[in-house]
């Protein structure tokens, strides 16, 4: 018997705490990057989901089931659809919804039907355009739509 017990060495032990300071300092110095990566997708995401809950109240305003006849054409109409404009939008989310960021939105015609049906706009594009200083900016477009 030559007394080797199978435990380690003090050289075995050192090497491989050297090792592992080494892979922790890569894995750690990481660490500040990806948390930046983090918070910035957190306020992304915030920020889509209140511009989706906005452009969902403004369909449910053109959706208005109060339905009115054109009387030059005789077509059946919702009232919602029918006063469906920049002035009849929702007031855009404020800034602390929006995680800062400050949106404004623009409203055009995409279709308009042809002057013999009485020009009736059938489809309208909103497009809500959010900004904030030092971020990219974040444009939502949704297209509503009548039927014909």
């Not at 989310?93 to 960021?101: C, D, K, T, V, W």
């Not at 049906?117 to 900004?131: A, D, K, W």
């Amino acid at each position: 018997m030559n007394g080797h017990t199978g435990g380690l060495t003090l050289v075995e032990v050192i090497v491989s705490i050297a090792i592992f300071t080494v892979l922790s300092m890569a894995v750690l110095g990481s660490m500040p990057g990806i948390l930046k990566v983090n918070r910035q997708t957190r306020d992304d995401q915030g920020v889509t989901v209140a511009a989706k809950a906005y452009l969902e109240s403004v369909r449910a305003g053109f959706t208005d089931p109060a339905v009115t006849v054109n009387p030059a054409t005789g077509t059946q109409v919702t009232a919602g659809q029918t006063t469906f404009d920049a002035g009849t939008l929702p007031a855009v989310p404020e800034s602390s919804r929006m995680n800062g960021y400050t949106c404004t939105t623009a409203l055009e015609a995409q279709l308009t039907s042809p002057p013999e049906t009485g020009e009736v706009t059938m489809v309208r594009r909103l497009t809500l355009t959010c900004t904030q200083t030092d971020r990219p900016t974040q444009t939502f477009v949704a297209d509503y739509a009548r039927p014909l």
